[in-house]
């Protein structure tokens, strides 16, 4: 039995649907089970963590994602190798990295997170994506509306990464030997510009879609719907540096899984539909 938290976060209901089309017993965790829309091979359970213990009977594994227990998650870690959970797969960032800005309110959050899976006696395995593909859905409203897109930074370039690659990853590291103690950093297979990104979707949709950039001072929440607004000047402080940068591209994907990671043209043909009126 695997547990997965965030179950209908996009990493992990892909993983969740992966573990079912195995035949693999999955247990994922909502808060909102009726509304979740899961697999019906999946055992979907309410995530109550004031009783962790009860969410991990007969569990081997774990997918934990960084904000699945808060401030509890030392707690939440103890109660799943008490109950028997021997492996704990996290999805954390590649912001944290040698040299990096350990100040930054997202480096805090993970590098936290790590701490206390290392320090929980479970084996462990860290993820650490780049930029999501899924990130582009800021853009969402913008483009179901219209076709121009207003954003930050346009030529900021990264190598955003399918969600269903770093499942397809996840699920390696938790069904087969070998991954404990690994940190797997995780990108797409190539860099792509932000204004590129929108071009991208435009051509996905049949239709043609202009960049057109914003002065960072003058970005917030309508731009960044779903970025807390005290992680937002950390934000855009990251995408500041990748206009000019060479973004770090990995073939770790196709390394683990054995099939080479998605393209951004790809991401945004699995998801035409969300940027459709």
């Known amino acids: ?37 899961l697999p019906g091979h999946a055992e979907v359970v309410r995530f109550q963590p004031d009783d962790p213990a009860a969410l991990f009977t007969g569990a081997s594994g774990l997918f934990l994602y960084v ?40 480096h805090v959050m993970h590098a936290g997170v790590e701490r206390a899976v290392r320090d929980s006696g479970l084996q462990w395995t860290f993820l650490r994506p780049g930029a999501f593909a899924t990130n582009a859905f800021q853009w969402a409203a913008q483009i179901r509306s219209g076709d121009t897109v207003r954003g930050v930074f346009g030529n900021g370039r990264s190598a955003p990464i399918h969600e269903d690659d770093i499942a397809a990853v996840a699920e390696r590291a938790l069904l ?54 005290h992680v937002l000047q950390g934000l855009l402080n990251t995408l500041r540096q990748s206009v000019g940068a060479t973004p770090e591209i990995t073939d770790t994907v196709e390394k683990i899984t054995g099939t080479p990671a998605r393209t951004f043209a790809q991401w945004a043909k699995d998801h035409t539909a969300d940027f459709r009126a």
């Open 1 to 37: 039995m695997i547990v997965v938290t965030g179950a209908t976060g996009n990493v992990g209901r892909a993983l969740v649907e992966r573990l079912a089309a195995a035949g693999r017993p999955v247990r994922a965790l909502t808060r909102d089970p009726q509304r979740a829309g």
């Open 67 to 106: 904000q699945a227990a808060g401030d509890r998650t030392a707690e939440f870690l103890a109660a799943a190798r008490e109950a028997g959970v021997r492996h704990v797969v996290f999805l954390s960032s590649a912001i944290i990295h040698e040299g990096a800005d350990e100040t930054h309110p997202i």
């Open 176 to 229: 087969d030997g070998g991954h404990e103690g690994a940190v797997h950093r995780l990108t797409g297979p190539e860099a792509i510009s932000n204004a590129d990104q929108v071009a991208a979707i435009g051509h996905a949709l049949g239709r043609e879609l202009t960049f057109t950039e914003v002065p960072p001072e003058e970005a917030g929440p309508e731009l960044f719907p779903h970025v807390p607004p």
